[in-house]
């Protein structure tokens, strides 16, 4: 089955307003940021986001955040970017945080049909015990707060229950892919893509190289091409427009730049 489709508008078409979406990438690595973008141009907005991170001021998810499309964010860190904290402080946007590696396991189990696993990380604290805030009113008090998880003792050890997630669509970024749906990923830019791509009812990925089926090593495929659902082939300008979120030289930290492969 041929998944590619001719453009990036056309595979986010049909995003609806409320859609909850799992984002792939790693502050600004292996993000889809040509699925951004046009996402942010076709309009869709109330949206629930679930990546790793909210990118940063204006780039990455940073352009939905700035323009006001997202309602809900589940994530692990979002400490880059300053306009996210002013709209969580201000009660704009809900907010739930979870342990990293809690969240690549719960895309993951989406993925797989597990709806939801035991897990050492966050027993103890607020992520377990409850009240964390997901979202503050205007005056700066906690409106929604994390509830109480279960937790249960296996072998003389407490486990705290978390559930898997799915989301109605998937935006991923991978290096090769094949008219199949078939990717693989570039060293640290493979992330939390395969997790994100798994957790999508609907997965799009953009590609960096579109190859024919074949012509990809079966034992090198990151993830097969059951997960995905569209594929969009990138121009070799879009490939080579990769920000660097903190570039340093010898060391020292320098402003953030672009470079090219």
């Known amino acids: 089955m041929d998944k590619v489709v001719g453009a990036a508008a056309e595979a986010v078409s049909d995003v609806w307003d409320g859609a909850s979406i799992a984002v792939g990438g790693f502050g600004l690595c292996g993000i889809p940021s040509v699925l951004i973008g046009a996402l942010h141009?076709?309009?869709?907005?109330?949206?629930?986001?679930?990546?790793?991170?909210?990118g940063v001021d204006r780039w990455g998810l940073g352009i939905l955040l700035h323009a006001g499309r997202i309602a809900r964010a589940t994530g692990s860190y979002v400490g880059e970017n300053k306009e996210f904290a002013r709209q969580y402080?201000?009660?704009?946007?809900?907010?739930?945080?979870?342990?990293?590696g809690t969240?690549?396991?719960?895309?993951r189990a989406g993925g797989c049909g597990i709806p939801a696993f035991y897990t050492p990380a966050g027993v103890g604290t607020q992520v377990a015990d409850g009240g964390l805030p997901w979202r503050y009113d205007a005056a700066g008090n906690v409106l929604v707060a994390s509830p109480r998880k279960e937790v249960r003792v296996f072998d003389g050890v407490e486990y705290v229950l978390e559930e898997a997630i799915t989301t109605d669509f998937a935006l991923v970024r991978?290096?090769?892919?094949?008219?199949?749906?078939?990717?693989?990923?570039?060293?640290s830019a493979r992330n939390f893509n395969p997790?994100?791509?798994?957790?999508?009812?609907?997965?799009?990925?953009?590609?960096?190289?579109?190859?024919?089926?074949?012509e990809l090593d079966p034992d090198a495929v990151h993830l097969p091409g059951v997960f995905v659902q569209r594929v969009v082939a990138l121009t070799p300008a879009q490939v080579a427009e990769k920000p660097i979120e903190k570039k340093t030289t010898n060391g020292v930290p320098a402003v953030r730049g672009t470079v090219r492969d």
Do not use: W, Y
């Open 174 to 187: 991978a290096a090769r892919g094949d008219r199949h749906g078939n990717l693989v990923f570039d060293k």
């Open 41 to 54: 141009a076709q309009g869709a907005t109330r949206l629930r986001v679930v990546s790793n991170n909210c």
């Open 195 to 214: 997790l994100a791509a798994m957790a999508g009812r609907i997965t799009v990925a953009e590609v960096e190289e579109l190859v024919e089926p074949g």
């Open 89 to 100: 402080l201000a009660g704009e946007l809900e907010l739930e945080l979870t342990p990293q």
């Open 103 to 107: 969240l690549a396991e719960r895309l």
